[in-house]
């Protein structure tokens, strides 16, 4: 396969998450980098073996030069991103553009008259929809295995420490410098459910506040920083206990800690929380977007959905409830389990996923425990404290999967997809038209098995098709 040459606009977090991926994936090989921090470049420079000529201070430096890639990845901050999309498209550059794809509506309409204009190809990234998660919960969808849609219940656990690191302190609290939650952070959630659904909504409504990271909520001896606060201990938002705790964990120091620092010691943290944005009391910011909102929606066809998200939640995979006229489907981000009402069946649909829509989204950042200070964490037991309940990745079935897998009396299909099948004319059902059946019985007991292709497999073993 050819490689995609790409040019990087904005050598960030995410820019760099996605130079990265390109590169450990063979599909693409940076060839130019405009970004205007000058360390920044010069790091994104000797990671992707890129000439100093060919590094830029902004992708204004960039777009005066003749094209000199195949396609630019804009990663710039939120507000940054129409005039280097306009300008790169009009360049011939095709697009891997980041999300928000602006922050006003005449500016994401200039964007996609720009890339019409010079027909090139554009992608916002809306990462959800690609997931092998969110194509077998369309799949089944599509395939009609809960009939017809009429409600869909979602949650976006933000997380509180997520809330905090960048929403209250960070890049994204302020709509005025970025844009509301919806846009800066729900825009995935929205995109994803009218995907899921098929069709936009013909009428919504929504509400949500800043309920809690303002000055009124701040408690009694609250300092304006956390080295200086008499009670930081007790706080849940402690500035020392995240990001002290990030030191020495690879992911963990690329984000969150990489947006605070680029010191990894105890003295640099300790620098930037005493002087930088990310050591100020959660009370004492500039914050204006909201900490919770939920946003009802109904489509065409009479299907509603209610959506929330939340910074007081563990931060962790969305999870999506569908409810449909002969079945009722529950994805936790990892695994559907589907009721089938015409037999009372329940099965599990595990589409193999490692990361999910989290990871995807966060980068190396998806679904993390709250770094921990020290090098030694607590040790945490199964089930208490880990897998869903405290934001990192659920395990596979069986390890802190609570309640609906340990429901009894029906009998209950545990499956595992086996890989894709080639895609077919309309692209149904990719996900599901092989799947294994590892275990099947009637009113079973819990799974302690953290792998469903484990020793703990038992049962019957055979191959179905489904679509
Ligand atoms: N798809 C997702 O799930 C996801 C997740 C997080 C963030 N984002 C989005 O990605 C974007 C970048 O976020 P980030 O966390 O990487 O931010 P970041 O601040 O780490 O990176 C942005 C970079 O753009 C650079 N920049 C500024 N002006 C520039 C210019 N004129 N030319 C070129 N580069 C310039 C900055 O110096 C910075 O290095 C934001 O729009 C954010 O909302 C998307």
């Given at each position: 396969?050819?490689?995609?040459?790409?040019a990087l606009?904005?050598?960030?977090?995410?820019?760099?998450?996605?130079?990265?991926?390109?590169?450990?994936t063979?599909?693409?090989?940076?060839?130019?980098?405009?970004?205007?921090?000058?360390?920044?470049?010069?790091?994104?420079?000797?990671?992707?073996g890129?000439?100093?000529?060919?590094?830029?201070?902004?992708?204004?430096?960039?777009?005066g030069?003749?094209?000199?890639?195949?396609?630019?990845?804009?990663?710039t901050?939120d507000r940054?991103?129409?005039?280097p999309a306009?300008?790169?498209a009009?360049l011939?550059?095709?697009?891997?553009?980041?999300k928000?794809?602006?922050?006003?509506?005449?500016?994401?309409?200039a964007?996609?008259?720009?890339a019409?204009?010079?027909?090139?190809m554009?992608?916002?990234c809306?990462?959800?929809?690609?997931?092998?998660?969110?194509?077998?919960?369309?799949?089944?969808?599509?395939?009609?295995?809960?009939?017809?849609?009429?409600?869909?219940?979602?949650?976006?656990p933000?997380?509180?420490?997520h809330?905090a690191?960048?929403?209250?302190?960070?890049?994204?609290g302020?709509?005025?410098?970025?844009?509301?939650?919806l846009?800066?952070?729900?825009?995935?959630?929205v995109?994803?459910?009218?995907?899921?659904?098929?069709?936009?909504?013909?009428?919504?409504?929504?509400f949500?506040?800043l309920?809690?990271?303002?000055a009124d909520?701040?408690?009694a001896?609250?300092?304006?920083?956390?080295?200086?606060?008499?009670?930081?201990?007790?706080?849940?938002y402690s500035?020392?206990?995240?990001?002290?705790?990030?030191?020495?964990d690879a992911d963990s120091?690329?984000?969150?800690?990489?947006?605070?620092?680029?010191t990894?010691?105890?003295?640099?943290?300790?620098?930037?929380l005493?002087t930088?944005?990310?050591?100020?009391?959660?009370?004492?910011?500039d914050?204006?977007?909201?900490?919770?909102?939920?946003?009802?929606?109904?489509?065409?066809d009479?299907?509603t959905?209610?959506?929330t998200?939340?910074?007081f939640t563990p931060?962790?995979?969305?999870?999506?409830r569908?409810?449909?006229?002969?079945?009722?489907?529950?994805?936790?981000?990892t695994s559907?389990?589907l009721?089938d009402?015409?037999?009372?069946?329940?099965?599990?649909?595990?589409?193999?996923?490692?990361?999910?829509?989290?990871?995807?989204?966060?980068?190396?950042?998806?679904?993390?425990?709250?770094?921990?200070?020290?090098r030694?964490?607590?040790?945490?037991?199964?089930?208490?404290?880990?897998?869903?309940?405290?934001?990192?990745?659920?395990?596979?079935?069986?390890?802190?999967?609570g309640?609906?897998y340990?429901?009894?009396?029906?009998?209950?299909?545990?499956?595992r997809t086996?890989g894709?099948?080639?895609?077919?004319?309309?692209?149904?059902?990719?996900?599901?038209?092989?799947?294994?059946?590892?275990?099947?019985?009637?009113d079973?007991a819990p799974s302690?098995?953290?792998?469903?292709s484990?020793?703990?497999?038992?049962?019957?073993?055979?191959?179905?098709g489904v679509?």
């Amino acid at each position: 396969m050819p490689r995609v040459t790409l040019a990087l606009v904005g050598a960030g977090l995410r820019g760099l998450t996605y130079a990265r991926h390109a590169r450990d994936t063979g599909a693409g090989e940076v060839v130019a980098v405009a970004e205007p921090d000058p360390v920044r470049r010069a790091a994104a420079g000797r990671e992707f073996g890129v000439p100093a000529h060919r590094l830029y201070t902004g992708w204004e430096e960039l777009a005066g030069r003749e094209r000199l890639a195949d396609a630019a990845v804009v990663a710039t901050q939120d507000r940054l991103h129409t005039a280097p999309a306009v300008r790169l498209a009009g360049l011939g550059y095709h697009l891997l553009l980041e999300k928000p794809m602006a922050t006003e509506e005449r500016e994401a309409t200039a964007v996609a008259e720009a890339a019409e204009r010079a027909g090139i190809m554009l992608a916002v990234c809306h990462v959800l929809r690609y997931t092998p998660y969110t194509r077998a919960l369309k799949s089944l969808l599509d395939s009609g295995r809960i009939g017809r849609l009429t409600s869909v219940e979602h949650l976006e656990p933000v997380g509180w420490w997520h809330q905090a690191h960048s929403f209250v302190r960070g890049n994204w609290g302020r709509s005025d410098t970025s844009a509301p939650m919806l846009l800066t952070k729900a825009c995935h959630d929205v995109d994803w459910l009218v995907h899921l659904v098929g069709s936009t909504p013909r009428r919504v409504s929504s509400f949500g506040s800043l309920s809690h990271f303002r000055a009124d909520a701040a408690p009694a001896g609250a300092a304006a920083r956390c080295l200086d606060c008499s009670v930081e201990a007790d706080c849940p938002y402690s500035a020392k206990r995240l990001y002290l705790g990030c030191l020495g964990d690879a992911d963990s120091e690329f984000w969150p800690l990489s947006a605070v620092t680029d010191t990894f010691t105890e003295e640099g943290v300790e620098r930037a929380l005493r002087t930088g944005p990310y050591g100020r009391c959660v009370y004492a910011c500039d914050n204006d977007v909201v900490d919770h909102q939920v946003v009802a929606m109904e489509f065409a066809d009479g299907a509603t959905c209610s959506f929330t998200m939340s910074a007081f939640t563990p931060m962790g995979h969305r999870r999506t409830r569908l409810h449909g006229t002969h079945g009722f489907a529950e994805g936790d981000g990892t695994s559907i389990r589907l009721v089938d009402f015409r037999t009372g069946a329940e099965s599990v649909v595990d589409p193999e996923i490692t990361a999910g829509a989290s990871a995807a989204e966060r980068g190396r950042g998806a679904g993390r425990r709250v770094p921990r200070r020290g090098r030694h964490r607590r040790r945490e037991r199964p089930g208490v404290g880990r897998g869903r309940e405290s934001g990192e990745p659920p395990g596979r079935l069986g390890r802190g999967t609570g309640p609906p897998y340990r429901r009894g009396g029906h009998r209950r299909l545990v499956t595992r997809t086996l890989g894709a099948a080639p895609r077919t004319g309309d692209d149904t059902g990719p996900h599901l038209q092989a799947i294994e059946v590892i275990r099947s019985r009637p009113d079973p007991a819990p799974s302690r098995s953290p792998h469903p292709s484990g020793s703990a497999r038992s049962g019957s073993s055979l191959c179905l098709g489904v679509s």
